[in-house]
């Protein structure tokens, strides 16, 4: 496996959409038979895939791990509890969210690492001030060993569909990460699934936070698939006085499939309509290394 990046830096953090991520009890998945066996392969397949990032980044684990379509703490708890991670000092931060389709972002990170200090999850506000049943965002802040801070945003933006309607939310929810990560200590990391590519004309109203995606996407590499075209939509951008930051993509063979409609490969996602394919996710991960 190649190397991604073999340099000890202060803050090495992963985000990956993680396709909903549903308690085997409690979803059935629309009669797609999501059973124990098939969610415990699940949380499997998500811990040897960060195994494996970790390994081509020089080996130590993430220290922030940043999910979103995620069901709820449950199914943190048994990924942490039940796989090669609960041999690792991980924690949880959660919070249920008012999504319709019931799917949360959420934070792991090690307690041997940060310390968080303030945590929150932000819902997203309609003009009248009245909750947008979307994801909420959600915001902590951390100290490290050295008494150092760093604030950290994990979004999943609303998707484009539903018209004029979705594309308001979507601006709103780009404002509200602006205003969270520039209103989160002297710097901040924001990680998500944007859906939106980064020539995206809303993202502009991001600035000044910078978007670590964009040499990514000048070699024409993305996170997603869509009719047979790579789209970057998993992003992370920072704010505030960093020394390093560089973003990745871990587009691992271990978690792609023949793309046999468009050519070349695609995620292995776990369930297409009905059918059961056994794979993680329609997303690829990202990673962040950071210095400060």
């Known amino acids: 496996m190649k190397k991604l990046l073999v ?3 202060g803050v090495f953090a992963v985000f990956w959409n993680l396709e909903n991520f549903f308690d ?4 059935d998945e629309g009669g797609k038979h999501w059973t124990y066996g098939r969610f415990h392969a699940k949380c499997h397949g998500i811990a040897k895939a960060l195994l494996d990032l970790s390994a081509g980044a020089g080996g130590d ?3 922030l791990i940043g999910f979103c379509e995620v069901g709820d703490a449950y199914v943190l708890r ?3 509890s039940q796989t090669v991670l609960r041999k690792l000092d991980y924690d949880i931060i959660h919070f249920d969210s008012p999504d319709t389709r019931g799917i949360d972002c959420a934070l792991l990170y090690r307690r041997g690492k940060l310390r968080p200090l303030s945590c929150e999850a932000v819902p997203l506000l309609s003009d009248n001030g009245d909750t947008i049943p979307t994801r909420s965002q959600l915001r902590c802040l951390f100290e490290d060993a050295g008494g150092d801070t760093l604030g950290v945003v994990v979004v999943h933006h609303p998707s484009k569909v539903g018209g004029a309607a979705a594309e308001g939310r979507r601006k709103a929810a780009i404002a509200l990460t602006r205003e969270l990560c520039l209103s989160t200590g002297p710097r901040c990391l924001c990680m998500g699934d944007f859906n939106e590519v980064a020539d995206s004309e809303n993202l502009s109203a991001l600035a000044p936070l910078q978007d670590l995606s964009l040499p990514l996407r000048d070699e024409g590499r993305g996170s997603i698939k869509y009719d047979g075209a790579w789209e970057l939509i998993d992003r992370a951008l920072v704010y505030g006085a960093f020394s390093f930051a560089r973003m990745g993509l871990f587009d ?6 023949r793309d046999k409609g468009f050519g070349g490969t695609k995620p292995l996602r776990t369930f297409t309509g009905p059918a059961y394919l ?3 996710s329609d997303h690829y991960p990202i990673w962040v290394m950071l210095d400060y």
């Open 252 to 257: 691992d063979r271990s978690l792609s499939t």
């Open 78 to 80: 048994r990924l942490l």
């Open 61 to 63: 684990f993430p220290d």
């Open 7 to 9: 340099i000890c830096l």
């Open 278 to 280: 056994g794979g993680i």
């Open 24 to 27: 085997w009890r409690m979803a």
